[in-house]
């Protein structure tokens, strides 16, 4: 029997388009016969592609013959407690495993010491309070070879990874940025588009961000939508899956205010919202995945199509 998760495969996969030199970096991981472990991060704003990136990384692992263990980071909460016991959750899930007596960590072990294995943590932002952790301890004691850590975050590679020389050799670092065009025109074909100045206009209106490309593709199948072809509901759902990169909801003036002008500093800020924008709050702000620091204050990213 065939299984729905080969299907899905075959689909993401004919839907993919470039970041060819990053899946060149894993298919030359796998096929080396010596594999080191790795930690490879994948970073960029929301809607970049991250999460999709990942999932061909383990479609690519799967058809080399690796094992391919996907964890979300928002699940793991903040102890590493916690990061294992989701870790167990994905052994015990298997089916016909032959760890489920084991502690995950002993389980996670013998399956390197078995075969290659791809071990990816989406949203890894969310665990960052155990990045210590994962860096002194939980991946130390692991296996020297067989095994690809993937990190998918917002931020990009942290001071504490890229200052430690003894990790130097084993980390990789992919910032993901929009589409070209030749990229997005063949996502476009792809998904049935054939006229070249709606799919100029397509181009246009996304900024090569492939979250924006999808929801407008999807937006335009709907036949009430043929009148208006760009209308503003889909830069509202592509807002809203911005926003939910966000911590709280503490911030949302200050989004609505950078929706409105093109850079504010803080100063302003502060006089704007009738309280002074404190450093700490500053730098959470510059955390959130589609806002950038710029000479004249913080802004929006370019690309992000609000």
């Not at 994905?90 to 495993?97: A, H, K, L, N, T």
């Amino acid at each position: 029997m065939q299984k729905l998760g080969d299907i899905l495969d075959v689909e993401r996969n004919r839907l993919f388009v470039g970041r060819e030199p990053d899946l060149r970096l894993v298919k030359n991981w796998l096929k080396s016969v010596q594999a080191p472990t790795e930690v490879l991060f994948l970073s960029g704003m929301g809607g970049m592609g991250k999460s999709a990136l990942m999932l061909q990384f383990i479609s690519i692992a799967r058809q080399e013959g690796a094992t391919t263990i996907w964890l979300d980071g928002r699940a793991c909460t903040n102890s590493p407690a916690s990061f294992m016991e989701a870790l167990h959750d994905v052994f015990m899930s298997r089916q016909q495993s032959h760890h489920e007596a084991s502690s995950p960590f002993h389980s996670l072990v013998t399956t390197i010491e078995t075969k290659k294995t791809v071990l990816c943590i989406d949203h890894y932002d969310s665990i960052q309070r155990i990045d210590g952790w994962l860096r002194e301890v939980f991946l130390p004691s692991l296996p020297a070879t067989g095994l690809l850590v993937v990190l998918g975050a917002r931020q990009d590679l942290s001071t504490a990874w890229a200052s430690d020389l003894a990790w130097h050799s084993r980390i990789r670092s992919i910032h993901l940025g929009a589409l070209s065009r030749e990229e997005a025109l063949y996502y476009l074909r792809q998904r049935g588009w054939h006229d070249s100045n709606e799919m100029d206009q397509l181009i246009s209106h996304s900024r090569g961000l492939p979250l924006a490309l999808a929801l407008f593709v999807d937006r335009l199948r709907h036949p009430e939508a043929q009148s208006r072809p760009f209308a503003w509901p889909v830069s509202m759902q592509i807002c809203a899956e911005m926003l939910r990169d966000a911590a709280s909801e503490e911030f949302k003036d200050v989004i609505d205010i950078l929706c409105i002008v093109p850079h504010a500093t803080s100063e302003w800020l502060g006089r704007f919202l009738g309280a002074p924008l404190h450093l700490l709050d500053l730098q959470r702000i510059c955390q959130l995945s589609f806002i950038r620091p710029t000479a004249s204050g913080i802004a929006l990213h370019d690309v992000a199509p609000f």
